[in-house]
């Protein structure tokens, strides 16, 4: 429990520098709009991206959803927070790419020290029966046997 509280903490302050970087250094962003996009993002990117994706897709498509992830819910709530598309669009692509950064480094973090669990195949289908054998509802009728 603890090792998840210090994933979801690493992702905070990283999102909270990403967004700060994003939307406060670039644009004029406050300190609520950051905080909030920094913790919409963690969340739904903790749950999604590292619980669910990470173990069953691996790092390298988990990060790319994370990026794909980031950059909508930016660009979604960013235009109702921010009047400028400019800062939108922007801010979306930049946010998005520098959490994807940040993202490759709390994925190391995670492989190191919190213990996901692993997905079990699924039993129900098994795979050795997988073939059809059948024979043909509608033969040639102009070959004889």
């Given at each position: ?13 990283s ?113 050795r ?14 070959k004889?046997?």
């Amino acid at each position: 429990m603890m090792k998840h509280l210090n994933v979801l903490l690493i992702k905070l302050i990283s999102s909270i520098l990403v967004f700060w970087i994003a939307f406060d250094l670039f644009f004029d962003a406050t300190f609520s709009q950051i905080l909030s996009f920094a913790l919409l993002v963690t969340i739904v990117s903790y749950f999604i991206g590292d619980r669910i994706l990470l173990p069953r897709l691996g790092n390298a498509q988990s990060v790319a959803i994370d990026f794909f992830l980031t950059y909508s819910i930016v660009w979604v709530f960013g235009s109702v927070l921010f009047e400028s598309y400019l800062i939108v669009a922007w801010g979306s692509i930049i946010s998005a790419a520098l959490f994807a950064v940040s993202e490759l480094i709390v994925h190391a973090y995670i492989a190191r020290n919190v213990r996901l669990p692993v997905p079990e195949r699924n039993t129900s289908f098994n795979q050795r029966l997988a073939y059809e054998f059948a024979e043909e509802q509608d033969p040639d009728p102009r070959k004889e046997k």
